[in-house]
């Protein structure tokens, strides 16, 4: 009986100590997305080459058009796996929704810029891609803002 009386005490305790949303903290309206790949070793230089013809430059078009706000590609400070993570920041919900105008104007953008260079092998870089690397996890981000911090 003690022990049902010291859990339903630390239960009392811990609600009357709970942050309320929207006084205490607040969810921010920009998504982030993150990916977490593995990347076998010694194939992380190569990965992170090869993104920069092919990911980064989608990224970069879309930031060009005002279709995301950010992005961001980040290694693991050792030998750690997973091991690379690609952050791309969205103004809100809406703007990180599948949209194929966007998908179709970042095509013709992406075709205006590189359409002089061999588009079988940028293709074959991403094919390439599931030969060195595997997506460890996918998800969506909202940065919390707690107020009143002393």
């Known amino acids: 009986m003690k022990h049902i009386y010291l859990s339903l005490l630390?239960?009392?305790?811990?609600?009357?100590?709970?942050?309320?949303?929207?006084?205490?903290?607040?969810?921010?309206?920009?998504?982030?997305?993150?990916?977490?790949?593995?990347?076998?070793?010694?194939y992380t230089d190569t990965y992170l080459t090869n993104l920069k013809t092919t990911l980064?430059?989608?990224?970069?078009?879309r930031k060009d058009l005002g279709l995301i706000?950010?992005?961001?590609?980040?290694?693991?400070?050792?030998?750690d796996h997973p091991n690379v993570y690609i952050t791309t920041v969205f103004a809100n919900a809406e703007a990180a929704a599948p949209n194929q105008a966007n998908?179709?104007?970042?095509?013709?953008?992406?075709?205006?810029?590189?359409s002089g260079e061999d588009e079988e092998a940028i293709q074959q870089l991403g094919f390439n891609y599931e030969e060195i690397r595997t997506v460890a996890d996918h998800t969506y981000l909202r940065r919390v803002t707690f107020h009143d911090v002393e």
């Open 10 to 42: 630390t239960i009392l305790f811990a609600f009357s100590l709970s942050a309320e949303p929207w006084v205490d903290w607040s969810v921010g309206d920009e998504v982030t997305e993150l990916t977490i790949m593995d990347v076998q070793s010694n």
């Open 69 to 79: 706000l950010d992005y961001a590609v980040w290694v693991a400070h050792w030998l």
């Open 56 to 61: 980064i430059r989608d990224l970069q078009i």
């Open 103 to 114: 998908d179709e104007l970042v095509a013709q953008e992406w075709e205006n810029r590189y």
